[in-house]
């Protein structure tokens, strides 16, 4: 057997439909500047999918700072690993602000989240150590639990009863092993908005002994009243253990890091193979960052900004009858009901009728019958965009209500 036989044979869960949806639902090239008005197939969209929450894109100040970090420096320096050629002062003072941002001692950064991911998991743990995490974990995180050794367990999605079960099973195994726990959540949910719960979370370690790590992609930047992460929202910044944020939403560039106490973070530095064995984050993309998190403190106002246009669309959703869900955050499900085929019309009706850009997911990535539209609001969106958006949504479910997006009803092009 060839192993490129896959290529033609087996294409995977998403790649088995690669022909009829690549280009259009998958790897769709959105052009121009980043900002809720972007080209797609020459045509403009309004766009509601892009993780841009504070607008900071395309921000002046934003695009000043990475250009001139650039011209300065390039995009090679430093060369190699950090361990090895990799360290400069800016990467160090981006680390010291990240760190007390966040409410940590200590900061380190990682080239991409989702690599850094996996490594702080496989670093943190060995054998007699046990993993409990949330069921509706993001992909870097299982790939993380993938690599450990030991005992996992998961929980479903937030039920913080069955989390109590799983830290009394984990608690029995580190008994016999003389290992620890390792309980992992997200702090913002990033396909339902629904927040970890991690002052529930927190309160049980007065019965249990664990740690704590809470991927905060999502919410770092924009929850709390200060932007400081979900962990500062649900006022449990302490409790939290090892904090990890990316700069690939709010920051709106490449790169992450992971905070935590100085013993921990010195320890991961040495220990996370995907850094370790990886170069070191260009000086545009570290001094990009830090010109972000100071308008990030600087600027309220592109917080309560996102705030006011999430709130108007998501109440005005829920007043016309739409189910958004346990959302708390800006993260806006729409959960309705419909088979593959109506949660394809209807989406192609609003991309190419409304001209409404946004993602929509139905079978087999959600349960049969379920369609799942998910619209992520940002601070550069407009209460005009909100209005515009809720009246073609009514227009939608009216549609899908009585049947116009059934197969044989709706005209369809071939993408
Ligand atoms: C919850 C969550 N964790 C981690 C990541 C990975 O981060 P990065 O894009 O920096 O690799 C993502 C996606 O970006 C995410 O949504």
Redesign the pocket.
Known sequence: MDVFNKATTKLGPIGQYAKSIHGYWTFPKLEGEISPRMKFRGKEKLVWSL?NYLGLANHPEVRKADAESAAEYGLALPMGARMMSGQTDQHEQLERELAEFVGKESSYL?N??????VSIIEAMVDRHDVIVYDSE?????IDGVRLHFGKRFVYPHNNMESLRKQLERATKITNETGGGILVIT?G???MSGDLGKLDEIVAMKKDFNFRLLV????GVGIMGPNGRGTHEALGVMDGVDIY?G????AFAS???FVASTKEVVFYLAYNMRSQIFAKSLPMPLVIGALKRLELMRNHPEFREKLWTVSNALQKGLKERGFNTGNTQSPVTPIFLHGDPTEGANLAFDLRENYNIFCSVVSYPVVPKGVIIIRIIPTAVHTLEDVEYTLHAFTEIKANLDVGKYSSGQFVNIQV
Do not use: P, R, W
């Not at 991409?112 to 991911?117: A, E, S």
């Not at 974990?137 to 995180?141: F, G």
């Not at 991927?215 to 999502?218: C, F, G, I, K, L």
């Not at 990316?246 to 939403?249: C, G, I, L, R, S």
């Open positions: 993780n990682l991409y989240g989702y690599q850094g991911m974990s993001h992909a870097c995180i997200e913002v949910f990033g991927d905060d992609a999502h990890f990316t700069f690939a939403k490449i790169g992450a």
